[in-house]
């Protein structure tokens, strides 16, 4: 395997399972180390992936010395990868309604729906 150019060797182990195959057993993951620490206190009804847009743009706009928002209340949505892309949402309609009923100035949606 190669990682940033340099070459690793790494031993991956097998094992059998009961029906009497041999499996690779790995497990493939991320680990991030954040520059600040960022707690976030959720309402009720918040979370879930889509919410990563909103929760990344509430730390950026704690830590810029200009509000993001003008005063204006936001509601929005979207997916959030580790490189920073937005991805599609679904539940539209109603995310869009659930904001108005919440007295949000505006909704922000994902480009690709």
Known sequence: M?????????EVPTYQETDGEYYIGTLMGTQFEFPVEAQIR??????????????????????SEESLTGGESW??????????????????PQKIVGARNSGADHFWPPRKL
């Open 42 to 63: 959720l309402s009720e009804n918040v979370g879930g992936p889509s919410a990563g847009l909103m929760f990344a743009l509430g730390v950026i706009d704690t830590m």
């Open 2 to 10: 190669q990682r940033e150019g340099e070459q690793i060797d790494v």
């Open 75 to 92: 509601a929005g949505t979207g997916t959030v990868d580790p490189d920073g892309t937005v991805g599609p949402i679904g539940g539209i």
